[in-house]
């Protein structure tokens, strides 16, 4: 999706790391607020993303959806189990 954003080179590990956290902070809150679901996670990283203008392209984007509940899966499914 970067390249589809025009995310220069220089600059993607940074915007990779900076949609990680948004998306980490919004899954923390979720879970805190004890109505932990795919779809609460989903919807509150969509919503920490609008209205940023660095994330502009992103809100954008047609995959954007499938992307962030595919995250959202991965944490909420991952949520409890040990690592390893």
């Not at 990283?45 to 959806?65: K, M, N, S």
Request: charged fraction near 25%; hydrophobic fraction near 40%; include cysteine.
């Amino acid at each position: 999706m970067v390249d589809d954003i025009g995310v220069s080179e220089s600059n993607r590990k940074y915007f990779k790391a900076s949609v990680n956290g948004v998306i980490a902070a919004a899954n923390g809150a979720v879970r805190m607020s004890g109505n932990y679901a795919v779809e609460k996670v989903t919807a509150a990283c969509i919503q920490r993303l609008h209205g940023r203008e660095e994330y502009e392209g992103l809100i954008l984007h047609p995959d954007l959806e499938t992307f962030i509940a595919k995250k959202a899966h991965s944490l909420v499914d991952g949520y409890g189990r040990p690592f390893g």
